[in-house]
């Protein structure tokens, strides 16, 4: 049956999970088992790491990377405040403070200026968040790092296949995705951390099973924190279509660039291989205008309606203070419109229609609103 509103997100399972799932049902091999590590030697060859460990979701990956490098108690992680909460969570899991820095008003991503400026003797590691689909200038944080001698976690957890230059996301430092179902890729929950650290994806490992080599010797207080194999089998059936479905979205996108009028479209980076885990416009009134996409049946969604630092328990840990204006200023006027693969192209027209439709209703972004 037809919906009757384009969906934001509509994940794609085909006769490939099916096999592969039931497959695995049929093995008897439920919990981690012989899929995981299939998984993870496919997807560290795909994204271009020697390691990659396979955890139970994104937030779970970003918790072990930040354990791997022994970061806890009394250490500060810089961050950004406009992302998901799992990004500054993970770090207070750990005893950990995240300290943020704003994001750059034109692609989102952590503002390579503003970074050294947060740096301070307790400063253990940089996480930026590879937002939206588009990577964080990794060569730039990467230098900065170095320079201090941090550790550097890139939240690759929209960005699976994005790239600069060629290099993908998850290849500078460490890198952590998600495989919920609304990225561009899915295992139904889990999670992947990738790394040329072989000490780093040795801790990981460890920790993911209750710090256990042998059975029931336990070297570390640890979690469970693993992938199951019916996971791993959906990953190993969605890994080889993941290009495809980059493509497919990288094609909306361009559409949209080309054919929207009165909103702010995505700004990308030379060099950068944007692979739209979400195509997110600015528009005015946003909360109006996303209702009147909803009344032309075109869904949409917000990412993210309240930065980190205005989140509740961030502002009761007192870990809300500093100035955050883009983020503010973004948290007001982002909206998310469908660029799923599976978009019809008849859909993709009547996105564009309604979004061009409603710009006109309700007329274009000051650009003193924009911060350009
Ligand atoms: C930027 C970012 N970080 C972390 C996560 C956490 O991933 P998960 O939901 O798989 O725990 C997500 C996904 O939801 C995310 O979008």
Known sequence: MAELVIPIARPQMGDEEKERVWEAMASGSLAQGPRVRQFEEEFAAYVGTAHAV???????????????????????????????IASANSIVYTGARPVFVDVDE??????????????????????????????????????????????????????????????????????????????????????????????????????????????????LVGYNFRMTDLAAAIGLAQLPKLDG??????????????????????????????????????????????????????????????????????????LGEGSFPVSDRLAEQVLSIPVHPSLTDAEVDRIVEAVNATADELGALEPQATGR
């Open 245 to 318: 479905y980059n493509a497919r979205r990288r094609e909306i996108a361009a559409r949209y660039d080309e054919e929207l009028r009165g909103v702010v479209t995505p700004a990308v980076r030379p060099g950068v291989t944007h692979v739209y885990h979400q195509y997110t416009i600015r528009v005015r009134r946003r909360d109006e205008f996303a209702e009147r996409l909803r009344e032309r049946e075109v869904g949409s969604g917000i990412y993210y309606p309240i930065p980190v630092h205005r989140q509740r328990p961030f502002v009761a840990m007192g």
């Open 106 to 219: 034109r692609d989102f991503t952590m503002d390579v200026g503003r970074v050294e400026a947060a740096i301070t003797p307790r400063t253990r590691a940089l996480m930026p968040v590879s937002l939206y689909g588009q990577p964080a200038d990794m060569p730039a944080i990467a230098e900065i790092a170095e320079r201090h001698g941090l550790a550097l976690i890139e939240d690759a957890c929209q960005a699976h296949g994005a790239a600069i230059d060629g290099r993908r996301s998850g290849t500078w430092g460490a890198g952590t995705f998600s495989f919920y179902p609304t990225k561009n890729m899915t295992t139904g929950e889990g999670g992947m951390l990738t790394t040329d650290d072989a000490a780093l994806a040795d801790t990981a490992r460890l920790l993911r099973e209750h710090g256990m080599k042998v059975r029931y010797h336990h070297d």
């Open 54 to 84: 396979a955890t139970s979701s994104g937030t779970t990956a970003l918790h072990l990377a930040l354990l791997g490098h022994g970061i806890g108690d009394g250490d500060e992680v810089v961050t950004v405040p406009f992302t998901f």
